[in-house]
């Protein structure tokens, strides 16, 4: 299980570098990067300018398809929602394990976001211009993990899940 997390996360962390190289494609008006052929791993890349414009609404689906393979989705890559002035709602698949650098920066619609407890990497400035920004809904199990993957300014907006 170890093995398999660090795979990942040298996956993730590679996405997050540079995409050029790997297989893009876009699906449901969301761009996507197959990041290990074998693996089966694909990440959320960033959209054209025209249409970060109008996103309001981001729902990242658990597995992708795309040329009659299945690929789960476990990264969200750098600046992949950056702009995106309009977003107001984002739900991440419980398999996302990296969020990008700036990969939610200049949201400035974004009101709040829940992250699962699989996530293990946040980039730098991932959530920075959002100033509307008031909560990171996260396990209760996790707030405390989640708050040092984040900048110290951020800390407080981290809070449990209500699950009423």
Not at 29 to 36: C, E, M, R
Not at 60 to 82: E, L, N, Q, S, T
Not at 147 to 159: A, D, G, I, N, S
Request: with cysteine; hydrophobic share 40%.
């Amino acid at each position: 299980m170890r093995r398999q997390l660090a795979v990942f996360l040298l996956l993730g962390l590679a996405l997050c570098a540079r995409a050029d190289g790997y297989t893009s494609f876009t699906k449901n008006g969301l761009a996507y990067t197959i990041v290990s052929e074998k693996y089966h791993v694909a990440g959320v890349t960033a959209l054209e300018q025209q249409e970060n414009a109008v996103l309001r609404r981001a729902e990242i689906p658990k597995r992708i398809w795309h040329k009659g393979r299945r690929y789960k989705v476990m990264i969200i890559g750098d600046g992949a929602f950056g702009g995106c002035w309009q977003l107001k709602y984002v739900e991440l698949p419980d398999c996302v394990t990296t969020l990008g650098k700036g990969c939610f920066a200049w949201c400035i619609g974004l009101e709040e976001i829940t992250l699962p407890a699989s996530v293990c990497v946040i980039g730098a400035d991932a959530f920075s211009s959002c100033p509307e920004l008031k909560a990171i809904y996260v396990p209760k199990e996790h707030v405390e993990r989640v708050q040092q993957l984040l900048p110290k300014e951020l800390r407080y907006l981290v809070k449990e899940i209500n699950k009423n």
